[in-house]
């Protein structure tokens, strides 16, 4: 057992995907990964494999490990895409930070090259970071004569009726 599995455990049970388009890059980051005990989809060298492998929706994700720059193209569509589902995703790119849209800015970046140790370590509080709550907006009280209320209490009336 290495170092990061003997001291950096914590992602048991942790589905991560991994994007990044340098292969030999990827698979490291993907063994780190697998090190500290995530399950790991990928790597994925686009945006493109990487929607089919998160599933578009029907797939549990508790992060993904993003590099910006694919092939020439950046990651920001997929980065939307798990804003949406709300996923904790991190940067692990040499992209300057200034360079980020403000969207993502809450975003963690990590700089490549990325060491074992700062990788696990960022994703095991990247995944264990609380997601914010959702608050729930209160209804206004009903208006005792609109016609949606009016409408339901006929149908109600109809449906109690013998």
Do not use: C
Request: aromatic letters at 4%.
């Amino acid at each position: 057992m290495d170092a990061i599995s003997r001291d950096l455990t914590g992602l048991e049970g942790k589905r991560i995907v991994v994007v990044e388009d340098d292969a030999i890059l990827a698979l490291i980051l993907a063994d780190q990964l697998r090190a500290t005990g995530a399950t790991v989809l990928g790597p994925a060298p686009t945006v493109h494999y990487a929607m089919q492998l998160i599933g578009l929706g029907r797939r549990r994700l508790d992060g993904a490990v993003l590099d910006i720059h694919l092939h020439g193209k950046t990651v920001y569509e997929l980065a939307d895409v798990l804003n949406d589902r709300e996923v904790p995703f991190l940067f692990a790119t040499a992209t300057d930070r200034k360079t980020i849209p403000a969207r993502f800015r809450h975003a963690p970046v990590l700089d490549k090259p990325v060491t074992p140790a700062d990788l696990a370590n960022a994703v095991i509080k990247m995944v264990r970071r609380p997601r914010p709550m959702q608050v729930a907006v209160p209804l206004p009280p009903p208006v005792p004569d609109d016609p949606v209320t009016v409408f339901a209490r006929v149908v109600a009336r109809t449906l109690v009726s013998p």
